[in-house]
């Protein structure tokens, strides 16, 4: 007979986390009504508000899902909308900003009422899909066979080759790889987007790659391919650094993860000394980002490596590791400029626009609308020389497009992606391999445009759909006696 007690304890639960959401849900309310009123610190008030609702979905999804692409994207739009608007409402006026421009109080309480509203919007929907779709289940572990695993795992190392063959032929174009080095990242980036380059899309078989190979290898009892998947791993990501791009090696780091959370969901779990590398490795790429502009003069031989440390050493500062001067600064910007310009609507032409650009140049019907992201570093452009980027705040976007309803709408839509992209981990394995190459998109989503993770999300779908079905392929041909089988065990590892 099962015990009353105990069955009840679950929806108990359920109901305690249900009134903690609607009292947080009820407080950004409050702090809304009280922005419209007035305040010196309501832009404070509403930092605060961002933080504690995006941490509480954060906490909730993980405690109930580990790894899961809403958890990601809520906690960082906690530290790109959150923290971020806290510090610069904390800093004084005298502190050194690295914005262009500068705005006054009026505008970061604009800013914080529309990340607050944009975070109810993500609980209320969450709560909405608890209650109305079914849950597949619980993340638990998922091995595939042996075959399988042997199966993917070359699939992988496939991919990996063809997409690092196509990084190397989209840097052939600069000149080469090494002679790439030499040149500062933004003079590369204006070189990339000159309409005479080519476009090679070498991350839409890099990342398949990797997921593949981890898959095949971490389900698998032989340690060779355990090797061989983190020496590709690392290679790519030393080559992606000295390019100065941290954000591929997170994307890699993710992908990784994204497969881990669910064939050994205990390596990922959220754990004092996961915090603690989390930590570092923001350290580490806060400090990367600041001495990477001296990958070129290394390359040229302007300067040694000896010196260029030393450099970095005596110019080193706490202020690095500070959320305005990091990147979480960057996308923010754009909404800063967004509430404080009040231009006229776009009406989604941002976003309805961008559906037909995943098409190649030579058969899109005319010339692909400008990115939003280049419109906004070109006006935020000062000087001469190269034009840096700034990236793109999600909610910057749905509010010059659709005005404060916009933002609730888009990201209720945004809420649905990343809960549909856990659902579709229950889809085998091809599910599993989707939902973790996609799990970068939920960082993204926070720091660039609409178009530039719409286009990343069909590059990285169509590539693992190759790679599904190269999979295919690969299992009839080895299923055939005895010729492929003596292939095949000959180059098992």
Wanted: glycine share 8%.
């Amino acid at each position: 007979m099962p015990n009353p007690l105990r069955s009840n304890r679950p929806r108990a639960r359920t109901q305690g986390s249900l009134l903690i959401a609607v009292f947080s849900a009820l407080c950004a309310l409050v702090v809304l009504v009280l922005q419209n009123i007035g305040g010196e610190n309501s832009s404070i008030s509403l930092a605060v508000v961002t933080i504690l609702i995006s941490g509480f979905i954060t906490v909730w999804r993980v405690r109930k899902y580990g790894l899961d692409p809403l958890a990601l994207f809520s906690a960082a739009f906690l530290l790109y909308d959150g923290v971020l608007l806290l510090r610069l409402s904390l800093v004084s006026n005298s502190s050194v900003l690295l914005y262009p421009i500068s705005f006054d109080d009026e505008t970061y309480a604009a800013a914080g009422g529309l990340c607050a509203l944009a975070a109810t919007a993500v609980l209320f929907t969450m709560l909405t899909w608890e209650g109305v779709v079914k849950d597949p289940g619980r993340s638990t572990s998922v091995k595939p066979t042996e075959s399988s695993a042997f199966t993917w795992f070359w699939v992988g190392v496939g991919c990996y080759c063809i997409g690092v063959a196509l990084y190397y032929m989209q840097f052939q174009q600069f000149g080469g790889y090494l002679a790439s080095l030499a040149m500062q990242r933004v003079d590369r980036f204006d070189l990339a987007g000159d309409a005479s380059m080519l476009s090679y899309p070498y991350m839409a078989f890099v990342v398949p790659g990797i997921a593949c190979m981890c898959y095949g290898s971490q389900t698998s009892a032989r340690k060779s391919r355990r090797a061989a998947f983190y020496i590709f791993t690392a290679i790519w990501c030393l080559l992606v650094l000295l390019q100065g791009d941290r954000r591929l090696v997170l994307q890699a780091i993710l992908t990784v993860a994204g497969v881990m959370a669910v064939v050994r969901p205990q390596a990922v779990r959220l754990r004092a000394r996961t915090c603690i590398l989390i930590a570092a490795a923001y350290c580490l790429f806060a400090i990367f980002g600041y001495a990477r502009i001296f990958i070129s003069s290394i390359a040229t031989g302007k300067t040694t490596t000896s010196q260029a440390i030393s450099e970095v050493n005596d110019q080193m500062s706490s202020d690095w590791l500070t959320p305005e001067h990091s990147e979480f600064a960057g996308p923010y910007l754009s909404l800063l400029e967004a509430v404080s310009v009040h231009s006229e609507s776009l009406y989604g032409t941002t976003y309805y626009e961008s559906f037909l650009t995943v098409l190649p140049r030579f058969m899109y019907p005319g010339q692909k609308p400008e990115l939003l992201t280049h419109a906004f570093d070109q006006e935020m452009h000062r000087g001469g020389g190269s034009v840096a980027g700034w990236g793109y705040n999600p909610v910057a976007e749905a509010y010059i497009n659709f005005g404060v309803v916009g933002v609730l709408l888009i990201f209720m839509l945004w809420t649905v992606y990343f809960l549909l992209m856990r659902c579709i981990r229950s889809w085998g394995d091809w599910g599993i391999l989707l939902s973790a190459v996609l799990l970068s998109e939920a960082v993204n989503a926070n720091r660039i445009d609409f178009r530039n993770v719409y286009l990343e999300t069909a590059y990285l779908a169509v590539g693992m759909a190759a790679a599904s079905f190269a999979k295919g392929i690969l299992d009839k041909m080895w299923s055939r006696p005895p010729v492929i089988a003596a292939l095949r065990s000959s180059c098992s590892c």
